[in-house]
């Protein structure tokens, strides 16, 4: 039942993504630190190390070296500079795939818990010979959804993320940076940071000036960009603590309860006293369920005492079958606990 950790999902999904955002800018600034320290006057003994690193880099990296670090010298003679516009930009690739990732995960725990927003409808027979379980079907179909979305274009990925997170506009103000921090990534990995004409044509109204000969990241541009991946992770946070806030196991269990035939008989409000920590009324637990009704007040007391109650899901299948088990196989696949 993965819609009853939803929220649990997200808050930690968000703190980690957070965390790493923060780590990705903490790395820039120790390693510009380091390497100023290290070719301070009296040189220490990683100066040698850094400057053969530095003298192997592009040698495009040096107009990217601070004036004050060049100390009248010109940028091809101080190739210990080139270090960290290099280190830099592979942070910035990494700033970029946490990003992607996290837009990725949201969607999957989203159409995870709600499987009616995944847009392949259809699935094949050998799908569901392949798969164990309803939860396994919809898992594979999920992941066919993601791998297709990222080739899509940055526009069909912002489409569908409002779309899954019911967020008409919510990235509006901070999607033209992202889509020019996509393109330049791209540039990066695909085309050694050179601007190009395929570059202008996907960022869009952030690209950057076309006399801008290599993208390479300077200090500014990348503090914006860490600024911009945490306001992009604080906006998806707010919105989906806001808007999914029924996905926690209590919400949840109203929803099974209603969803089983014991509904029929006996209403959630008389059956639970739905505090904090819901826990079965007086009046259910002394209430004569015939014997298929007991199987599955049995199954709901499990979920409210763990161990202390079992439940026997072969005799429930058996007695249920179809409609009348599928609480039972929804709650199998994520199960959760009071």
């Known amino acids: 039942?993965?819609?009853a950790h939803l929220i649990t999902d997200f808050r930690q999904l968000f703190s980690r993504k957070r965390n790493?955002?923060?780590?990705?800018?903490?790395?820039?600034?120790?390693?510009s630190s380091a390497v100023s320290e290290a070719c301070s006057e009296p040189a220490i003994a990683l100066f040698?190390?850094?400057?053969?690193?530095?003298?192997?880099?592009?040698?495009e990296l040096a107009s990217l070296i601070p004036r004050e670090e060049l100390r009248g010298r010109p940028p091809l003679r101080v190739p210990e500079g080139r270090m960290v516009p290099f280190v830099r930009a592979q942070l910035f690739v990494s700033l970029m795939a946490e990003l992607e990732d996290m837009f990725g995960e949201v969607i999957r725990r989203l159409l995870l818990?709600?499987?009616?927003?995944?847009?392949?409808?259809?699935?094949?027979?050998s799908d569901l010979l392949d798969a164990h379980a309803i939860g396994e079907t919809v898992a594979q179909v999920t992941e066919v959804e993601l791998s297709s979305l990222f080739y899509g274009g940055p526009q069909k990925l912002r489409e569908r993320l409002e779309d899954v997170v019911s967020g008409p506009k919510l990235l509006e103000s901070v999607w033209p940076d992202y889509v020019e921090m996509r393109a330049r990534r791209d540039i990066?990995?695909?085309?050694?940071?050179?601007?190009?004409?395929?570059y202008l044509d996907k960022a869009g109204e952030k690209a950057a000036p076309e006399r801008t000969k290599f993208l390479f990241p300077e200090q500014g541009y990348f503090e914006s960009a860490c600024v911009l991946a945490t306001e992009v992770c604080d906006t998806l946070d707010a919105h989906c603590a806001a808007k999914f806030a029924n996905c926690t196991p209590r919400h949840?269990?109203?929803e099974l309860w209603n969803q089983s035939p014991l509904s029929r008989v006996m209403k959630y409000e008389?059956?639970?006293?739905?505090?904090?920590?819901?826990?079965?009324?007086?009046r259910a637990l002394s209430w004569v369920w015939s014997g298929t009704e007991q199987l599955i007040y049995d199954f709901f007391l499990h979920i409210y005492n763990g161990d202390r109650n079992k439940f026997n899901a072969a005799q429930i299948f058996e007695r249920w079958p179809g409609t009348g088990s599928s609480v039972v196989r929804s709650w199998l696949e994520r199960p959760f606990y009071f």
């Open 252 to 254: 949840v269990l109203r």
């Open 188 to 198: 990066g990995l695909h085309a050694g940071w050179k601007l190009n004409r395929l």
């Open 48 to 59: 040698g190390h850094l400057t053969t690193a530095g003298a192997l880099l592009p040698t």
């Open 113 to 125: 818990a709600f499987p009616g927003k995944i847009t392949q409808k259809t699935v094949t027979v």
């Open 20 to 31: 790493t955002i923060q780590g990705i800018r903490a790395v820039n600034n120790f390693v």
């Open 270 to 282: 008389a059956a639970w006293i739905d505090d904090e920590t819901p826990c079965p009324s007086e």
């Open 1 to 3: 039942m993965h819609k």
